[in-house]
């Protein structure tokens, strides 16, 4: 069974940046499509960006020019490089499989942009 770890959520202001790690256990991360979901307060959970075992990557319109996914297989990581942050962003942020198994759901990590 997967297990993923979210970290390096935080404050920032908007125009900032953050980069989020997602650290995972369980079975090997490199055949799995991996998603970064994030869920703002009062609102559906969102699939923002995933990338597959090909590297290959898809993103969200809201997101397109300013987040960026990555992985690092031998370090069984995935990435999001977040940059020109708007408040519209702030929300728990989560991985998960593409679709999502509900039982692989982490804590997450909290992004609030403000000023």
């Known amino acids: 069974q997967l297990q993923f770890v979210e970290s390096g959520g935080g404050l920032v202001q908007p125009g900032g940046s953050l980069r989020l790690s997602c650290a995972a256990s369980g079975v090997m991360l490199r055949i799995w499509t991996i998603a970064w979901y994030r869920q703002a307060p009062g609102k559906q959970r969102e699939l923002v960006a995933h990338?597959?075992?090909?590297?290959?990557?898809h993103y969200t319109d809201s997101v397109k020019g300013r987040f960026t996914i990555s992985r690092d297989n031998a370090k069984s990581t995935v990435f999001l490089q977040m940059s020109s942050l708007k408040p519209e962003d702030t929300a728990v942020y989560y991985c998960n499989i593409v679709p999502y198994h509900t039982d692989y759901w982490g804590q997450g990590t909290q992004v609030t942009v403000s000023s």
């Open positions: 990338i597959d075992s090909g590297l290959h990557t």
